[in-house]
């Protein structure tokens, strides 16, 4: 199994910054993919970032210049820096991790979420 610890969500004005964190442990082989998910209420869960196992990234359009991920191997860590947030930001934000847990069994495991409000 592998468990997914997500911080740093909260309330924040509009312009402001926030840093989410999202820790993978338990029985982990490797990891591949890392990103992060968000979805506001009457709204589809979307993408936000991704980030590869070799640092290539991927980002809403929504997001981009504005939201930086970035990921800690050793760790197994994966970050999302949000800067210059806009109310439209505030969602529940998900982390989510694919990778194996042997050679040849994968997982595709979701943290809890953390909420971000961005106050106008």
Known sequence: QVQLVESGGGLVQAGGSLRLSCAASGSIFSITSMGWYRQAPGNERELVAVISSGGSTNYASSVKD??????????????????????????????????LISSNQLFNSWAQGTQVTVSS
């Open 66 to 99: 504005r939201f930086t991920i970035s990921r800690d191997n050793a760790k197994n860590t994966v970050y999302l820096q949000m800067n210059s947030l806009k109310p439209e930001d505030t969602a529940v934000y998900y982390c989510n991790v694919h990778g």
